[in-house]
């Protein structure tokens, strides 16, 4: 099972909105609504920030929203601030090994 | 406050073993199931296995199946990854993470801080 294919990056200024897209199969983004998102900063553990596709955890700021379409999953960051400059991942569920598999990683930098 | 710290990486050399813990608290650990997940230096995130929160059902990823075993203690409030036949390539931060419960997916809302684990001669 391959990894889901992510930009390698995606930039904006201050206050822009900016999408990541995460590409998968008909096995995994496309079979389930089963797909998160987490941010991770430099030798940090991930934070997670969207889960079944469009859900956020409490604390997560409402910035950050999710969406699918096919085999495709998009994170977005609204408002874009400095604070948002992270890795970040998509990992979703497939039918068979690996059961979670992850996005190749896509590093965001507010300009 | 939930956490989670995990102990037990170190150097060790290639076809030798390692046991990781994982120490709970903050929270009921036996209602929980939980993931191990790993990184290697510079690279993106890998899931390596999965346990339910009864320690009976277990996933692992194809790259480490029968080489690690994930386990847990629920009266401790530990978990476990027993990595035997190591390999250079298993050299990773470990991380093991709490599911959100009756979450659809890779839903891990609480991580380590992980542990390094370098596999050398």
């Known amino acids: 099972q391959s990894a889901l294919t992510q930009p390698a990056s995606v930039s904006g200024s201050p206050g822009q909105s900016i999408t990541i897209s995460c590409t998968g199969t008909s096995s995994d983004i496309g079979a389930y609504n089963y797909v998160s998102w987490y941010q991770q900063y430099p030798g940090k553990a991930p934070k997670l920030m969207i889960y079944?596709?469009?859900n956020r955890p409490s604390g997560v700021s409402n910035r950050f929203s999710g969406s699918k379409s096919g085999n495709e999953a998009s994170l977005t960051i609204s408002g874009l601030q400095a604070e948002d400059e992270a890795d970040y991942y998509c990992t979703a569920y497939a039918h068979r090994n690996p059961f979670y598999v992850f996005g190749t990683g896509t590093k965001v930098t507010v300009l | 406050e939930v956490q989670l710290v995990e102990s037990g990486g170190g150097l060790v050399q290639p076809g030798g073993s390692l046991k990781l813990s994982c120490a709970a608290s903050?929270?009921?650990?036996?209602?929980?199931?939980m993931n191990w997940v790993r990184q290697a230096p510079g690279k993106g995130l890998e899931w390596l296995s999965y346990?339910?929160?009864?320690?009976?059902?277990?996933f692992y990823a194809d790259s480490v199946e029968g080489r690690f075993t994930v386990s847990r203690d629920n009266a401790k409030n530990s978990l476990y990854l027993q990595m035997n036949s190591l390999r250079a390539d298993d050299t990773a931060v470990y991380y093991c993470?709490?599911?959100?419960?009756?979450?659809?997916?890779?839903?891990?809302?609480?991580w380590g801080q992980g542990t390094l684990v370098t596999v050398s001669s």
């Open positions: 993470a709490r599911e959100i419960p009756r979450c659809g997916g890779d839903c891990n809302d609480y």
């Open positions: 903050g929270f009921t650990f036996s209602s929980y199931e």
């Open positions: 346990i339910t929160s009864d320690g009976k059902i277990m």
């Open positions: 079944e596709v469009t």
